[in-house]
T-cell receptor, first 113, second 116 residues
Framework: QKEVEQNSGPLSVPEGAIASLNCTYS??????FFWYRQYSGKSPELIMS????GDKEDGRFTAQLNKASQYVSLLIRDSQPSDSATYLC?????????????FGQGTILTVHP | GAGVSQSPRYKVAKRGQDVALRCDPI?????LFWYQQALGQGPEFLTY????????KSGLPSDRFFAERPEGSVSTLKIQRTQQEDSAVYLC??????????????FGPGTRLTVT
């Protein structure tokens, strides 16, 4: 079992819809969780971080964390074609004290007009 | 302010050559990470520096890989005797500190290494 798993894609949604991206992790000691967006040929760009159970909203993005279920998700409201990218879930696994990240394999999101 | 920069952006090496990849982190960032990203995969951890100290090199794939950060700012990842399986994008990331609230990592543009 991979340490960080993301829902298999690609995911295609119409413009204006809600895109839901999911991620599970295996290390119960994980403390911090991140979502990165990566456009084709570019490097990962941090879009959300979440450290405690519950929801965290930033603009059109909402991250949800459930440590008991070892589950983190990202919702994108009012999806735009510019949101089309690969979304990477990253977890501070191994209980390290400096933020070493383990990434999922990524979910490709396509928002079609 | 300026983000993380990396050079070169692209590198083509013949099998057996040595290469050096440079990373300039965000000014003042204590933590520096190197990751390797294969096509279609998420980045994989290679090594970590806290200031000039290399505290974790558990992800380096072989003893041909070596990294340093002698003055606690710029870092260099060196690969000796490159092999075709070393072809990947090498990403550098930095974060402000070592507490949970400062774990957010910011990535440079990466160096795409192709070994022929």
């Amino acid at each position: 079992q991979k340490e960080v798993e993301q829902n298999s894609g690609p995911l295609s949604v119409p413009e204006g819809a809600i895109a839901s991206l999911n991620c599970t992790y295996s290390d119960r000691g994980s403390q911090s969780f991140f979502w990165y967006r990566q456009y084709s040929g570019k490097s990962p760009e941090l879009i959300m971080s979440i450290y405690s159970n519950g929801d965290k909203e930033d603009g059109r993005f909402t991250a949800q964390l459930n440590k008991a279920s070892q589950y983190v998700s990202l919702l994108i409201r009012d999806s735009q074609p510019s949101d089309s990218a690969t979304y990477l879930c990253a977890v501070n696994a191994d209980g390290t004290s400096y933020g070493k990240l383990t990434f999922g394999q990524g979910t490709i999101l396509t928002v079609h007009p | 302010g300026a983000g993380v920069s990396q050079s070169p952006r692209y590198k083509v090496a013949k099998r057996g050559q040595d290469v050096a990849l440079r990373c300039d982190p965000i000014s003042g960032h204590v933590s520096l990470f190197w990751y390797q990203q294969a096509l279609g995969q998420g980045p994989e951890f290679l090594t970590y520096f806290q200031n000039e100290a290399q505290l974790d090199k558990s992800g380096l794939p072989s003893d041909r890989f070596f990294a340093e950060r002698p003055e606690g700012s710029v870092s260099t990842l060196k690969i000796q005797r490159t092999q075709q399986e070393d072809s990947a994008v090498y990403l550098c990331a930095s974060s402000p500190g070592t507490s949970v609230s400062s774990y957010e990592q910011y990535f440079g543009p990466g160096t795409r290494l192709t070994v022929t």
